[in-house]
């Protein structure tokens, strides 16, 4: 899976857009872009993917840039509640992997959010 | 369950004592994974289960580990004759097996602290 690179830590204010920006400048046309994030003492939580076009759903909006080379997360109007370590993953999609490494997650050290009032 | 449950939530062991961590994957779920994270670092891939079998378990550190998974549901994480470098906590996951979206859901975790 191709690697990402996402910046250590940023801070947003409560009520405003959080950008969160991810390099995956060596992704392939099957890999699909992931987002997690962690919350403090909690198992990682599913947030949104996306393979080229633009996704949103109820927690966040994915923009991907065309040539695919990266993408950012927006957190519309962040809360406290969205402090968190937010990671960017790529990854094969499931119907293109082989049986033996289908579906394990490869987390790097994402990016620490914090959200103040 | 709602979610993935995952038992004990804490543990603190001594060094050499072997120890067994539990899983309980959302119903459905044939798609299993165990993730460890130490103090500070990042998660970490363990193995991963298909129904009872584990094709991938290229994330084990040691021989020290072993996990089993029965009825294509409940896993069980093994760590024989602990060291104090196998304190981290563990994360359990599990997912549909060849979703489109391939969502894993993840447990709280159990933290182990091996004295």
């Known amino acids: 899976d191709a690697k990402t690179t996402q910046p250590p830590s940023m801070d947003c204010a409560e009520g405003r857009a959080a950008n969160l920006p991810c390099n995956h400048s060596t992704i392939s046309g099957n890999e699909y872009v992931y987002w997690y994030r962690q919350i403090h003492s909690q198992g990682p939580q599913y947030i949104i993917h996306g393979l080229k076009n633009n996704e949103t759903n109820e927690m966040a909006s994915l923009i991907i840039t065309e040539d695919r080379k990266s993408s950012t997360l927006i957190l519309p109007h962040a809360t406290l509640r969205d402090t968190a370590v937010y990671y960017c993953i790529v990854r094969v999609a499931p119907a293109y992997r082989a049986t033996d490494s289908w579906g394990k997650l490869q987390f790097g050290a994402g990016t620490q959010v914090v959200v103040t009032p | 369950g709602a979610g993935v449950s995952q038992s004990p939530s804490n543990k603190v062991t001594e060094k050499g004592k072997d120890v067994e961590l539990r899983c309980d994957p959302i119903?459905?779920?044939?798609?299993l994974y165990w993730y460890r994270q130490s103090l500070g670092q990042g998660l970490e891939f363990l193995i991963y289960?298909?129904?009872?079998?584990?094709?991938?378990k290229s994330g084990l550190p040691s021989d020290r580990f072993s996990a089993e998974r029965t009825g294509g549901s409940v896993s069980t994480l093994t760590i024989q004759r602990t060291q104090q470098e196998d304190s981290a906590v563990y994360l359990c996951a599990s997912s549909q097996h060849r979703a489109v979206k391939n969502i894993q859901y993840f447990g709280a975790g159990t933290r182990l602290s091996v004295l």
């Open positions: 289960f298909q129904g009872n079998s584990a094709p991938d």
């Open positions: 119903s459905g779920h044939t798609a």
